[in-house]
Structures are given as C-alpha cells and as structure tokens.
C-alpha cells in the first residue's frame, strides 16, 4: 500500500515475442535450399500450429510484434502493396499486435537484421523490457537481431542451404515448440 492507502503503481515494463514472419508465421517458399516470402496472398499459407502457439503467449502476456526484412521491394520484384496485402491476411486471421517491416535492401541499413532496428522500434511503441523478451527466427539474421537487442533467441531450424546462426538460446521446429518452451521457461522462473 501507498501513502493514503492506496496502491502504488510500479512501472513495469512489458515483455514481447518478437516474430520473423516467412518461415515464422507463414511457410516460405524454399528454391535451391533458400528460402524466400510468399509474393502474394494465393502463395502464403499458415504454417500449421501458429494460430495456438500465438494465443499461448497472448494468453501468457506477451505483446507480439512481427519484425520482417522484406528487401524485395528495394529489389523492385515485389511491391510494399503486396507486402502490406500479406500482412493484412496475416493479421486479420493472426493475434498480432504489430507489423514492422524493413523494406531496405543492404548491410547498412539500421531496419534491416541482423540490425536490431525494428525491436528497438517495438520496444519503444509497447514499452518492452528486451531482456525479458525472446526473438523467434528461421535465419541467422534473426538471431543475431535478437541477440543484439538483448533477447533470448529461438531458432527453428528447417536446414536451408545457407549461412548458419552462430548463437541462439533454444532451437525448435516449429512456432508452436517454441511456444511451449517460453510458456515453460516462464513457470520455472
């Protein structure tokens, strides 16, 4: 109690699930072992198992936040349109609290991951303690995000032919095992 006896109110920061979204959310497009986003609505599907995995951590308390480098559009082989379509579908079907897309192309720039631009930018909008929240990828780029930002990371492995994550807190394979692993972390705690 408070003087007056009143209950104090402490500031206490939110804690977030900061989500890669193709590969994360939706199934990637794998050609020659490398994994590339849906171009439009009739190519995304849902992977199986994130509609639970997200109400899981909403139901925990967690905010969560899509962070996404979409390069393709600097490209010019896709358009933000068709990007903010995909997103759209995503979050009238999904629990998702925020979209923050990179829409650059190029190791300098401050959005992009491995940079942790876009969950500083999260962090910021929600008020999000970083080190009490986790970034779930399927590339080292989310990973060394996360890692970068303060997060625990979680990488669900799908074997692509490319660079590998150096550092991750967990690995999975899927959204849903992910899920379970927070949920659980967070008993034990």
């Known amino acids: ?22 590969g994360v959310l939706n199934r990637a497009i794998v050609r020659d072992g490398k994994p590339y986003p849906p171009v439009n609505i009739a190519e995304l599907e849902i992977l199986p198992g994130v509609f639970e995995a997200l109400q899981l951590l909403k139901d925990a308390g967690y905010v969560l936040i899509v962070v996404s480098n979409q390069p393709d559009v600097a490209r010019g082989t896709t358009s933000k349109e068709a990007v903010e379509a995909i997103n759209a579908y995503l979050s009238k079907n999904l629990p998702i609290d925020r979209f923050i897309m990179c829409y650059e192309d190029g190791d300098d720039s401050e959005c992009r991951k491995p940079r942790p631009g876009m969950l500083y930018a999260g962090a910021r909008e929600f008020d999000i303690d970083l080190t009490s929240s986790f970034m779930i990828g399927d590339r080292w780029r989310d990973m060394d995000a996360g890692i970068a930002a303060g997060c625990k990371t979680i990488y669900i492995d799908y074997k692509y032919s490319e660079k590998r994550p150096v550092s991750f807190n967990f690995q999975t394979k899927s959204l849903l095992e992910a899920a379970k692993f927070i949920i659980q972390t967070n008993k034990t705690k």
Do not use: E, H, P, T
């Open 1 to 22: 109690m408070g003087i007056n006896g009143k209950v104090s109110q402490i500031n206490m920061k939110r804690k977030a699930v900061f989500l890669d979204r193709d």
